[in-house]
C-alpha cells in the first residue's frame, strides 16, 4: 500500500507560482509512475502530468505544457509539481497518484486526498 499526501496548495493571482508536493509513504515509489491529476467544481477529473518511475520521461497535457514542471526525488518519495503563470482556469483541487505511465485515472491505483489550487484574476 502506498498512502499519498499532497500539500502547497493556496490562493494566488494569475501570473504568479504555486509548487505542491506529494509525499508518499508505505513503500517506496520509485517502482511506480507518478502523475498530478486535478478536477474542478462541476467538471471531470483531468490528467495534468505524469513522470516515470526513473524521472526520465514526462508527459504533459497540452493546456499546462511549458508553464508546469513534474519532477521527484526517490530518495525522499517525494513528487513536486512547479506551476509557473497561473491561469484562473488552472483553477481546481489537485492529485497525486501512484500507477502506471498514462493519462487516464484508472492506470493509477493510488491517490492523495487532494490539494485546492485557487488562482484569482
Known amino acids: 500500500q502506498v498512502q499519498l499526501v499532497e500539500s502547497g496548495g493556496g490562493l494566488v493571482q494569475a501570473g504568479g507560482s504555486l509548487r505542491l508536493s506529494c509525499a508518499a509513504s508505505?513503500?517506496?515509489?520509485?517502482?511506480?509512475?507518478m502523475a498530478w491529476f486535478r478536477q474542478a467544481p462541476g467538471k471531470e477529473r483531468e490528467f495534468v502530468t505524469a513522470i516515470s518511475g526513473s524521472g526520465s520521461s514526462t508527459d504533459y497535457a497540452d493546456s499546462v505544457k511549458g508553464r508546469f514542471t513534474i519532477s521527484r526525488d526517490n530518495a525522499k518519495n517525494t513528487v513536486y509539481l512547479q506551476m509557473n503563470s497561473l491561469k484562473p482556469e488552472d483553477t481546481a483541487v489537485y492529485y497525486c497518484a501512484a500507477g502506471a505511465l498514462m493519462r487516464i485515472t484508472t492506470a493509477y491505483n493510488y491517490w492523495g486526498q487532494g490539494t485546492q489550487v485557487t488562482v484569482s484574476s
Open positions: 508505505g513503500r517506496s515509489i520509485s517502482v511506480y509512475a
